[in-house]
RNA sequence: UGGGGCGUAGCAUAGCUGGCAAUGCGCCUGGCUGUUAACCAGGAUACCGAAGGUUCGAGUCCUUCCGCCCCAGCCA
């Protein structure tokens, strides 16, 4: 007999198949059993009559339990009452493992226990949802710069140093040194991007962030792009024709998950460029006008970003912020060096930003007065350094983060759930 | 690290002014040939987060501690 996945069982209709899942549900009526079993593709309805099926059958019916293993045999039919259209009309089930007391029912519970049991939680329909949305964004991701000339360079996860002072890291022993995890690859990026032009890194980066937020995990992915020869003009196109087709490849494959999330997409539609651009102090104007206490100089708060960001229909890029408040490595802009030529994308709906990034200091004296008024060890930085030595050029990049980038499309309220397993303050398990 | 909230059965909740700890899901037993988080009848399951205190009597009031959630800061 024919094995098929749930997701391509309209194709056999009025044949026979077998399906290999898990049981979701069942409910009885007597003599009838309906099985809702699910494969990772979709859930089907099983009907199993007693009249129809060898005596064991039935009785593997009485025995299963929810998210017990077995593989269902029969006829593919379509039947309106079925959710998803078909149903299999068995003639025999094989039950291969009896899950007892699985922990998650059907009802309600609250977050700290699905999330202690996320192991299991990843099962459910909105978890799938959420998880192959997440793969469609990276591979998404992984097709607009490919396609667009960039090369693909691995950042390490081991660094010696920090590449933004301001952060907390995580320290770890490597042999007789100390070493910390990486909470962004754009240093090595700024270095691969003299030898090929165009690359991007993309991977796990790590921050020892004492954070309880929504949009914080000490455990986050990150796309870092990064071209040289691109000033913050070239940066801000980049940023917001890569965004536009992330959400446009969403859109057009994942129409089912969404729809499962109940997500508005109405919103998404409308994520094209140009995306409105508006710098710091027009930023800070716009604050002022709204009566929101913003002091001048500072750097825009969550609360901040999400007044501004809830102005506009698409993501907004807020560039030119004060560069004190701003990392080492930007560059000052010429006509007006208080500010920074960095960039910051806002994602709307609320959601606040998803991208930071800008164009990098590329003079070697500047840069290296910049690390001292930082307080950073300058010895730690000297092979950066040497980028502005050996034919220093401008260049730009900037990082986006996966998990904020999830949370907004598939419209969650926390980035928790658009990672399979989450790392935060008070979590290290599963 | 600050501000606010919450810890009651495997899970989700109720529990008033201190007086026999309740309901739903799940689980067990039985019933039903078209169920849609099925339904109907019956049953088992609680060191009420921990320690101390007030009281004749504490899930409830007080103190300390622990854990979690939300908001802020920091950021992607």
Redesign the pocket.
Known sequence: MNKTYISDAGRFEGQDVTVNGWLY????????W?L?VRDGTGLI?A?V???DVPEESFAACERA??ESSLSVSGRIAP?K???GGY?L?VKSVVLHQTAL???I?????????L?DNRHLWLRSSRQTAILRIRHEIIRAIRDFFDSNGFTLVDAPVFTPAAC?G??TLFETQYFDEKAFLTQ?GQLYMEAAAMALGKVYCFGPTF?A??????????E?W?VEPEVAYADLDDDMALAENFLSAVVGRVLETRKEELKTLERDTAPLEKITPPFPRISYDEAAKMLKEKGVAFEYG??L??????VISEAFEKPVMVHRYPAE?K?FYMKNDPSDPSKALCV?VLAPEGI?????GGQREDDLETLLAKIKKHGLPEQAFDWYLDLRKYGSVPHSGF???I??TVGWICGL???RETIPFPR?L??LKP
Request: charged content about 30%.
């Open positions: 549900n069942k409910r009885s009526s007597g003599k009838l309906f809702l309805q009907v009559s007693k009249a339990t929810q039947d009452r079925a959710p149903e009309q007391d699985y922990p029912t059907p009802k309600e519970h609250g977050t700290p226990f999330m933004e301001t952060t962004s921050r962030e004492k954070s309880k937020t929504r949009r914080h995990l000490t986050f990150m500072t750097d708060g969550g609360t901040d970003e999400t408040v990392a910051d606040g930003e998803v991208i930071g990082g986006l983060g998990e904020r309220p926390h980035v935060m008070n979590r």
